[in-house]
């Protein structure tokens, strides 16, 4: 098999599992996927509908299917991010990448949104990101951060290193500590590294899982020892950790290792005595809520899955995104990294090839797939300056089609527009969907006053967003009624498009 067939399935099955995932990651039973979907389980794409921002200044998104969460979004920016020798620009990544996700990000914890806005302070660099908020009167500290944010996204450096272990978990260690603190999430992106470095070399036919599972546990306190805790950055990063906490770093990690091997004993003795899958997921507390979000546990969830499944990889996926109330998303996301880098991308079927930027996707392993083999050649773009810019939107001067700018995407133009009133009279959402040349499409959102709820707006372009909503929903007849009637208006409120929106989206 080609390694870029590999490189490929092993992205594109990572994007295409959170994109399952994601629609299945708030349903709490099969119950509420049925109202939901009208099926009992989910192995398609769906567009589907999400409430963001609160009651009263939220808005309806509508998830196209095949659309990812902020995992692949992430992933992405990861892969962004490294050099042309397989190292992490990591102020690049936490000043420009991960600062400027939070204008386009879908979905993604509080966790990593902390970290996102916190990194932008001018005294903050990658390495001393260490932020506190609270919730609910209850204060969580970012060595208390022990989720799989981190994981979520280092499947790039993996596979840009392959074969280079030490260097593998050296630069996932890094990145991860921009947005998490605690040995759960470091241990567990480090764990997830290894798999996919471990499982890509395999042929599908030779694969066994014993000798897998096995591999990845032999001498693990050894192989997750922190040969580079000298590096001066990491070395800081450590004393401030200590500084603040009643346990060491060295001490928390000592434990998280142990707990580990231990997870690893027990998934591999599940699998030997054929032990049911949701059971073994709810040991590993991926159902708990106290831990269903842990780095190490979801990890190793994805590395049980990929080995058990290792013969029907698709159905490794399909049970990761159907065990409801675990992190379903993230989960799918790991078993679909691995079970791309043993089988490659011809097990993708044809449904699930309307993934969101299917093409850029194939892009990026091949980026990643050059920069393993010493051929990478950086490719620069230059932005014009006098672009309208996505980044921190100030004014709501959009139409479909303008082109724009974004920083770190670069060019790309506006393929569609939404006007959304709130509950709280006087504001609306503006949405837009942006597509760049790069290959990416993104979704910004942004509340703003009305100025005037008799502000006259330009027809031309304000009622296309109309247009589409109602070609969508009203059948052939009534949609040509409904555009007439519009065209023949010399002038139309913003009040009069967004109550004809509203009426349409209720339609149903």
Known sequence: MKPETKYRGSIKLSAIGD?????????KSAQSLKEKFKIDRIDNFYTWKKNVGGRFYGYVDIIKAGSYSDDT??????????????????DYFAKVELANWLDYARGGGRTVKTAADKIKRKSVRWFNNFYSFKVNGEIYDYRQSGANGAAMRILPIALANLGNVEKIKEEIFCNSIVTHGHPRAILGAMLYGYAVDQIIVFRPEDFNWENYITRIGLDFPKKFELSFVDKAEIKEWIKEWNNSSDKTFEYVYAETIAETQNYLRFVFQSIKQNSPTQETLKKLGCFDPKTKGSGTSTVIAGIYLAAKFHDKPLNAIIEAVNSLGSDTDSIAAFTGGLVGALHGSGIIPNK????????????????????SEDRFVEDTFVLTSNLKSLNNLSKDNFSLDTEIKFIPLG???????????????????????????????????????????????????????????????????????????IDKQQKITKEQIEIIVTILKNED
């Open 19 to 27: 994109a399952l995932g994601w629609m299945t990651e708030f349903e």
């Open 73 to 90: 979004q992430l992933l992405l920016s990861v892969a962004r991010s490294i050099r042309k020798d397989g190292s992490l620009d990591h």
């Open 352 to 371: 699930w090839k309307s993934v969101q930027d299917n093409e850029y996707l194939d892009k990026i392993a091949e980026r990643l797939l050059s920069i």
């Open 411 to 485: 060019k790309g133009k506006i393929t569609f527009i939404d006007r959304q009133p709130t509950l709280t009279k006087g504001k609306y959402n503006l949405i837009l969907e942006a597509y760049f040349e790069n290959g990416q499409s993104i979704i910004v959102s942004k509340l703003f006053d009305n100025s005037s709820d008799t502000i006259t707006i330009d027809k031309n372009n304000d009622t296309e967003t109309l247009f589409q909503i109602a070609e969508d929903k009203l059948n052939p007849k009534a949609y040509e009624k409904l555009k007439a009637f």
